[in-house]
């Protein structure tokens, strides 16, 4: 009896580790986070009920919207904010990424391969995944990460980098700049 208790305590703990570390190796792409700009994010937060009117309809299905800026940076002239907009469930928020245009808020547009997408991206981790989304203002991009555990402890990792593009107002997928951010997670 002894023995199963000490069995289940073991399992929980090594659960509770893989979480840590499939969240810890997803939010770790080189280079580090930002320092979070507070004059943008307070700028942004003013913001925050014209941003929810520049949401489409339904966008948070069966839920209400709930913004809050999670952060924000200039690229170059042009101020973007990734906006926590839609609570996913147990460990997933929604995230979108939105720009200022004649000083109102307007959903970033993105592409990839030339064509237009929709992106909102997930942010939150479990057992097995981990997906985080940050503003890399040096490099004038948006990373989409995700991260998942693999056998034998291992893990493995994709970032899609989207880069502003100030000429289409656009954020563009940037293969070579994916692959460089992925091969620093490993």
Same mark, same amino acid.
């Given at each position: 009896m002894k023995a199963a208790g000490l069995s289940a305590k073991i399992s929980a703990l090594l659960?509770?580790?893989?979480?840590?570390m499939t969240s810890a190796i997803c939010m770790s792409v080189v280079p580090p986070q930002q320092k979070l700009d507070t004059a943008e994010i307070a700028r942004w937060e003013a913001l925050t009920e014209q941003i929810e009117d520049s949401l489409p309809a339904n966008s948070c299905p069966g839920r209400e919207p709930n913004i809050g800026i999670v952060n924000a940076a200039d690229f170059g002239g042009?101020?973007?904010?990734?906006?926590?907009? @839609?609570?996913?469930? &147990? *460990?997933?928020?929604?995230?979108?990424?939105?720009?200022?245009?004649?000083?109102?808020?307007?959903?970033?547009?993105?592409?990839k391969n030339g064509k237009f997408i929709w992106m909102d991206f997930a942010s939150g981790s479990s057992v097995m995944h981990s997906a985080d989304v940050e503003?890399?203002?040096?490099?004038?991009?948006?990373?989409?990460?995700?991260?998942?555990?693999?056998?034998?402890?291992?893990?493995? @990792?994709?970032?899609? &980098? *989207?880069?502003?593009?100030?000429k289409l107002k656009t954020f563009d997928w940037d293969g070579p700049l994916s692959g460089q951010a992925t091969r620093s997670l490993k």
């Amino acid at each position: 009896m002894k023995a199963a208790g000490l069995s289940a305590k073991i399992s929980a703990l090594l659960l509770a580790l893989s979480v840590f570390m499939t969240s810890a190796i997803c939010m770790s792409v080189v280079p580090p986070q930002q320092k979070l700009d507070t004059a943008e994010i307070a700028r942004w937060e003013a913001l925050t009920e014209q941003i929810e009117d520049s949401l489409p309809a339904n966008s948070c299905p069966g839920r209400e919207p709930n913004i809050g800026i999670v952060n924000a940076a200039d690229f170059g002239g042009d101020s973007v904010a990734l906006v926590d907009y @839609c609570p996913g469930g &147990a *460990y997933t928020d929604w995230i979108i990424a939105v720009r200022l245009e004649a000083g109102q808020p307007v959903l970033a547009k993105f592409r990839k391969n030339g064509k237009f997408i929709w992106m909102d991206f997930a942010s939150g981790s479990s057992v097995m995944h981990s997906a985080d989304v940050e503003l890399v203002p040096q490099k004038r991009a948006i990373y989409d990460k995700h991260c998942e555990s693999i056998s034998g402890g291992k893990f493995s @990792c994709v970032v899609n &980098a *989207y880069v502003w593009n100030p000429k289409l107002k656009t954020f563009d997928w940037d293969g070579p700049l994916s692959g460089q951010a992925t091969r620093s997670l490993k």
